[in-house]
């Protein structure tokens, strides 16, 4: 299938900054919901020919795709898109959420059967 120039990149530099891409299945959907300016079909197949390249990791789940790139696939858009070394996908960078404590603690849980003598029944 013959993509415009303009719409592969738009996907690749989409695909890049998230790191993730997803599209339902529906070949005939005019335009991909995050993409507006690329239909379905297009992004469906460009993700098919990265798959074949093991560019991207591809999940299938309720006729939905769901594409993730690989190290191999952050090297060539790199590459194909000119981009630096220091800049890396949406899904490698480090969240700024400080850690929360687990909250199945056991020594916080009153125990079992309240306050009745001899278990809970």
Known sequence: MLIPKKNRKEVYKYLFREGVIYAKKDFNLPAHPEIASVPN?????????FTSKELVKEIFSWRVYYWYLTDEGIAYLREYLNLSADVVPNTLKKSNRPATEHAGARDERPARGGDRPGGDR
Request: aromatic share 0%.
């Open 41 to 49: 079909l297009q992004v469906i197949k460009l993700m098919q020919s």
